[in-house]
């Protein structure tokens, strides 16, 4: 922090100037609204507890208890917000979202359960996992005490955590259904809490489905449409590899819930129903944990060898000298079998040699697909760090004499990482999944409400929304079939997660550039954004698939560009707080009457107009109060 009064720079924390000792006021932290998932624990009867002992040994107790919890939350890229003595709040989506929060954060809590239920039997405690739209200061520095969410969803979440069982976990309905499908929950009675109209629906976590092999949650719930191609090059790429025994790469990208996954689970589906033995070893890149670069080959080698969490290192380490001594010849297996335990974490071997350790890894997935046909599949490659892409790069290169078929998913992101990703091998493929047709996104619809002729409107307002996306159009006809209103259908709470983690993850020109265009319309200009390098923003999130240019505009001498999909608008368009964002639209009017023939406008106009209106956002009021 800059001192106004002398120049000197001073620590972020300071209160004074170390120069002049001028006060320092930090600047206004940016904020931003941002559906979040709220953990909340605290330790059952250790306010008593505490009363009868030394603050010292307090202290000494609490330690262990912070770290681990610590440990826990952030392990799966939460952040802690506060410790309030024995209670803790840790926030899931904030400071950036990912589209899985929810699920991170029961995950998180049923670890945390865990872990006092079999290592710390003289504490018992009550957990809640809550979902719902806050506030995020977003410069908010939580380790110096400042707080970094405001709203319902934080004191909901208390007022459930004093409900929740001792050593249980209670999640609110959003989280709830946001995770029902990756975690098993008993039934509670509702929550009567303080300041509620009504008594909250609540569910009890009680531990995490098992995820042996790969997710096929949504495998059965509607038919393939739209996909025939698509699934034709991955089934042909599979059947060339098993007849010519030629290696083959194919890499699925598309943005999340295009269908990616489904293409998966039917060569699965096929490879289930063969009469002939398969391999099938499936690994996924980890957006999140220290040790991950390679862990998607990690799981492969450990399934390969039939090594279990649970197993003790001599008991792992004979299962996998085992797996090498049926795979690869005598000669090499030493030589082999060091590097893989190394990459499973059975030795440490800091720094080994990187073409030496690629080399072993592929002789040991040769070996396996030598005895039988063997499909590797690596999801979620964008997530991936250099040297995984790296490895899948090389097993492609140089792996040769077998059948084996390399699968692989990313979303565009990757391309925007790896342009030549594939490029210049005969043995790879690229397949860029579209959305679907109107028709083919009806057929999705149908299957899931099982009712094939829905009114025009209700039809019209489900494909709106979906946009083309598979999941998108599951997740809100799933929506319509619990609400029967088609009014009433919210944004999903997984699809919100998804299109928030993608924003997230873009670089902060490009995020702020697509909240501004939000407050424009679903249609905006380019001349209507802000920026000094409006086009290569433009154009660096048309190439990640978030907005498309037209090829006529309705302004002169403006590209017009458009959202891809609404939904990425609405998510965008409902990160800025009020204020900010009835500013945006007080700019909006500014720069379209700068156009001239302010007439031609008028609607809009008008639009901009009621938005800062009809939002209670006073202190703007007036901009607007003045030109009517």
């Known amino acids: ?59 000494k107790l609490l330690a262990p208890y912070h770290r681990r919890l610590r440990l826990e939350l952030e392990r799966v890229g939460g952040t802690v917000e506060k410790f309030i003595g024995d209670a803790v709040v840790a926030l899931f989506g904030a400071p950036v979202a990912h589209e899985d929060d929810p699920e991170r954060a029961v995950r998180a809590a049923l670890a945390i359960r865990d872990w006092v239920r079999e290592e710390e039997a003289d504490l018992q405690l009550r957990i809640a996992v809550n979902t719902g739209e806050a506030l995020i200061a977003l410069g908010a520095r939580p380790e110096a005490g400042e707080g970094m969410a405001s709203g319902d969803v934080v004191n909901t979440t208390a ?34 809490a303080k300041g509620k109209s009504a008594p909250i629906k609540v569910w009890e976590a009680v531990q995490a489905k098992s995820r042996l092999g790969m997710d096929l949650e949504q495998r059965a719930l509607t038919p393939l449409v739209g996909r025939e191609r698509e699934l034709g090059v991955v089934f042909d790429a599979f059947d060339r590899a098993v007849r010519d025994r030629e290696p083959q790469l194919v890499t699925l990208v598309g943005v999340p819930g295009i269908g990616k996954s489904r293409l998966i689970a039917e060569l699965f589906q096929r ?23 390679f862990w998607a080959i990690g799981e492969m080698v450990k399934a390969q060898a039939g090594i279990n969490e649970n197993d003790a290192p001599d008991t792992a380490v004979e299962k996998l000298r085992e797996s090498v001594a049926q795979t690869v010849d005598e000669h090499e297996r030493d030589w082999v079998r060091r590097h893989l335990e190394t990459l499973v974490g059975l030795t440490d071997d800091a720094a080994p040699d990187r073409q030496e ?29 250099e040297g995984l892409l790296d490895f899948v790069d090389h097993l492609a290169e140089w792996a040769t004499g077998v059948p084996l078929l390399v ?93 928030a983690a993608r924003l997230d993850g873009l670089p902060e020109a490009e995020k702020r550039l697509l909240q501004d265009a939000a407050v424009l319309g679903k249609v905006f200009w380019s001349g209507g954004v802000a920026g000094e390098d409006a086009s290569a923003t433009l154009h660096a999130l048309e190439r990640k698939g978030f907005v498309r240019r037209e090829r006529r505009s309705a302004v002169a001498g403006e590209t017009e560009y458009a959202f891809r999909h609404v939904l990425v608008r ?20 500014d720069w379209i009457e700068s156009l001239g023939r302010p007439d031609d406008h008028a609607e809009l106009i008008a639009h901009h107009y009621r938005s800062v209106t009809a939002r209670g956002t006073p202190s703007v009021a007036p901009a607007i109060g003045r030109r009517g």
């Open 570 to 589: 609405e998510v965008a368009y409902g990160q800025v707080p009020r204020e900010p964002r009835a500013r945006k639209h007080v700019a909006a009017v």
């Open 159 to 192: 007022r459930l955590q004093s409900a929740a069982p001792v050593n249980g976990i209670l999640a609110g309905e959003a989280t709830w259904r946001a995770t029902r499908e990756r975690i098993e929950y008993a039934e509670h009675e509702a929550v009567s």
């Open 271 to 293: 490879i289930e129903q063969a009469p002939e033995l398969i391999w099938w070893r499936q690994g996924r890149a980890l957006p999140y944990g220290s040790g991950v670069s």
């Open 407 to 499: 699968l692989a998913s990313a979303r565009p992101e990757l391309l925007d990482r790896r342009p030549n990703w594939g490029g210049g091998k005969l043995n790879a493929v690229t397949l860029a999944l579209s959305p679907l047709d109107d028709a083919d996104a009806a057929r999705v619809i149908a299957a899931v409400l099982d009712q094939a002729v829905l009114p025009a409107e209700t039809q019209a307002a489900l494909l709106e929304q979906a946009g083309g996306n598979p999941l998108y159009a599951e997740q809100f006809a799933r929506l319509f079939l619990e609400h029967g209103d088609v009014e009433q259908v919210g944004v999903p709470e997984n699809v919100q997660g998804i299109i």
């Open 357 to 385: 350790a690629f080399a072993a890894w592929r002789r040991y997935l040769e070996g396996m697909a030598e005895q039988q046909p063997l499909v590797l599949v690596f999801e979620d490659l964008h997530w991936a760090d």
């Open 1 to 59: 922090m800059v001192c106004p009064n002398c120049g000197q720079e001073n620590p972020d924390v300071a209160k004074f100037c170390l120069a002049c000792g001028t006060e320092l006021q930090a600047a206004p932290a940016r904020e931003e609204r941002k559906v979040v998932t709220v953990l909340f624990a605290d330790l059952v009867g250790f306010t008593s507890r505490a009363e009868q002992m030394d603050p010292e040994d307090v202290r």
